[in-house]
Structure formats: structure tokens, C-alpha cells
């Protein structure tokens, strides 16, 4: 903590040490500890949290819950994708920006992993958000664009005007769409809340990943929606495997 009545040269050092088994969390060192920061903070303009085991703690015990979460995530995609479209579904038509995004990580795992270079590496170079992306909001188009007569004099009169960028987008909104990805083939595997319950997963993942501080209370929560997502996945894997040949 520092900057003590707007003196920034001012500082004070806080270290606190749990007298308790390693292996049983003090609840009670939490509390002391976000106490005392509200104490200071009456007097003091900043204070500068870095280090605290608890929470790194909490967080060792989350990473390896989401580990198996983000891989269930990523077996089911897979499965339901290549059931559907055949192996070299990342190809179709309308999936190119999860494309780039594999491209950009594929270099470094095949760089830092070499004996996994000639793998299928298209979902694990893929993040959370490039599968829930897919999962849930991505279409696969026709291969041929059809223009009506209005459509067409519409596109030449851009040509001749020269706006690139109006061409570009009238094109994607006539767009004929093949495939549904979600309605058409994932939302029967799920509930309701599934959408809501990725968007949890993948903010509690970041936050987790990037060391960001936790509480017993805020690991507790996390857990419970990290759960609630491998209870999804399992169930959906059952109903596809019960329902495909």
C-alpha cells in the first residue's frame, strides 16, 4: 500500500501468514486480510495487491477443472462436426474466420510440441471462444450467391459507383444459408441455459488463466459453473451417442 495522505514516496508493507494446516483453506486469513485492506484504504490512496498464495492456491485447484471442461467441449464439437460434414469440416464455406484463428496459434503449438506436427490440430489450437463461436453461432453457406433482378442492378450500380465495401456487404446478407450450425445440429444435445453457461465458462477460464485474484466465495461460484459445463457436455455426448449409428 502506498501513497499515505497523497504522499507517493510513502510506503507500507503487509505480509500476513496463516497459522493453519497448508491442506485446509482459512476462511478466517480471507476475511483479515480484505479487512485490514478496507482499513487502510480510508487513509491510503492506493493499494497494490500482487502476491496472495491463497489465491494462487484456489487457482491451481480450478486450471485443472477447466482443462478437462475446455477438452470435453472441444471432443464434442468434433464429433458432432465430423459426423455431419466429414473430417475437413474447418473448410466449409462461412468458418473461415475459426480458420484464421487456428492458423495463428497452429504455428506455435507445432513449434513448441514438434512430435505433434502432423496431428488433426484444428480444435486444440482453437480457444473457448472460437468454439463457442462455432458451437453456437455459426452458419455453413451454399458454395453459389443467387441474385434476383433487383439484386443484381443493385451490385452493378455499386461496381460503377465503385464501393467495394457496399458489394462486400450485400453480398453476405444474400447469402444463402445451408447449415444452421447450432439449431440445425447442436441445440437438441443441450438445455436453455447452455449459451449463458459458456459465456460464464469461458469468463471464469480468462480469469483463472490471466492469475487474476480469488476468493473462496468467487471459487466456489467458478467451480460450480466449471461442473455445471461437464455435466452439460456428458449429457449431450450420451444423447448423440444414443441417437447415431
Known amino acids: 500500500i502506498d ?51 491463497q489465491s494462487e492456491y484456489l487457482g491451481m485447484q480450478l486450471y485443472p477443472l477447466i482443462f478437462k471442461a475446455e477438452n470435453k467441449m472441444r471432443a464434442f464439437v468434433n464429433k458432432v462436426m465430423t459426423h455431419k460434414f466429414g473430417f475437413k469440416w474447418m473448410e466449409l464455406i462461412g468458418l473461415e474466420d475459426i480458420i484464421k484463428g487456428y492458423k495463428r496459434s497452429n504455428v506455435d503449438f507445432k513449434r513448441e510440441v514438434p512430435e505433434f506436427n502432423n496431428i488433426n490440430d484444428y480444435l486444440i489450437c482453437s480457444t473457448a471462444e472460437s468454439l463457442a463461436k462455432l458451437m453456437l453461432k455459426s452458419k455453413v453457406f451454399e458454395s453459389s450467391i443467387h441474385l434476383s433482378d433487383v439484386e443484381s442492378v443493385n451490385i452493378h450500380k455499386m461496381l460503377a459507383e465503385k464501393k467495394p465495401n457496399s458489394i462486400f456487404e450485400s453480398l453476405l446478407k444474400i447469402r444463402d444459408v445451408k447449415v444452421d450450425i447450432w439449431k440445425d445440429l447442436f441445440e437438441k444435445y443441450f438445455d436453455k441455459k447452455i449459451e449463458r453457461e459458456i459465456g460464464d465458462f469461458i469468463k471464469n477460464r480468462n480469469h483463472v488463466a490471466h492469475n487474476k485474484l480469488l476468493t473462496k466465495a468467487s471459487y466456489d461460484k467458478m467451480k ?12 449431450a455426448d450420451g444423447i448423440f451417442m444414443d441417437e447415431e449409428p
Open 3 to 53: 501513497t499515505f495522505n497523497d504522499k507517493a514516496q510513502t510506503q507500507l508493507g503487509v505480509q500476513i501468514v496463516s497459522l493453519t494446516d497448508n491442506d485446509e483453506y482459512d476462511i478466517f486469513l480471507e476475511k483479515c486480510k480484505v479487512y485490514l485492506k478496507e482499513i487502510l484504504l480510508k487513509e491510503w490512496e492506493i493499494c497494490t495487491w500482487i502476491i496472495d498464495e
Open 224 to 235: 460450480g459453473n466449471i461442473l455445471e459445463i461437464q455435466t452439460s457436455f456428458d449429457r
